[in-house]
């Protein structure tokens, strides 16, 4: 079955940097690749997906960029805020409705 | 408040105990999951449904029972848990059109087994 790797498990900055989040996946048929944020205590929400016909797909701060060949995807956010702060899990799915998560990346944006 | 709602939001519980978990997805999706988030397995998937079929298990104890009575609606049905399954319980659901579409997911079940 897929298997998800995410790096690094914890990640700080300094307000306005940018930050970027790796994620790995084992599934070569795999071809949806969310990413989700959880703030503490909140749920986890949809912050930006991309699907395997398209490399790369940006909105506004946040971009995902997908290497298929090399079956690893990544997150970046630029100009990085304190609200920037959660956790981010990554996650792939290879044609059902069944998504595998990453172990997630904390995040903290220092002001 | 997006259209997953749970409940209870926090449950306390003995092993010797029986209770369930309620979801209500009022979005109209045709798909529901429930997912166990730990600090070891931050989000692990339990089970699938896709227009009240069951279509995953991924090797969850029998403590642990699902019941999905409609699209709308699931439950998870919980007896003689371990102190181990103590964990945030989050469900989700999404179109099912049997294609990846984003999960919308629940506030989740806080669940302390003693």
């Known amino acids: 079955g897929e298997n998800v790797e995410q790096h690094p498990s914890t990640l700080s900055v300094q307000e306005g940097d940018s930050a970027v989040i790796k994620c790995t996946y084992s599934d070569s048929a795999s071809n949806y690749f969310p990413w989700y944020k959880q703030e503490l205590g909140k749920r986890p929400q949809l912050i930006i997906d991309i699907r395997s016909n398209v490399g790369e797909k940006k909105d506004q701060r946040i971009a995902v960029t997908l290497n298929k060949t090399a079956k690893h995807f990544s997150l970046h956010i630029t100009e990085t805020q304190p609200e920037d702060s959660a956790v981010y899990f990554c996650a792939a799915s290879g044609g059902s409705e069944k998504l595998v998560f990453g172990k997630g990346t904390k995040l903290t944006v220092n002001p | ?114």
Not at chain 2, 59 to 70: A, I, M
């Open chain 2, 1 to 114: 408040e997006t259209g997953v709602t749970q409940t209870p939001r926090h449950l306390v519980m003995g092993m010797t105990n029986k209770k369930s978990l309620k979801c209500e997805q009022h979005l109209g999706h045709n798909a529901m999951y429930w997912y166990k988030q730990s600090a070891k397995k931050p989000l692990e998937l339990m089970f699938v449904y896709n227009f009240k079929e069951q279509t995953e298990n991924n090797s969850v104890p029998s403590r642990f029972s699902p019941e999905c009575p409609n699209s709308s609606h699931l439950f998870l049905h919980l007896h003689t848990l371990q102190p181990e399954d103590s964990a945030l319980y989050l469900c989700a659901s999404s179109r099912g059109t049997g294609s990846p579409y984003e999960q919308y997911f629940g506030p989740g079940t806080r669940l302390t087994v003693t």
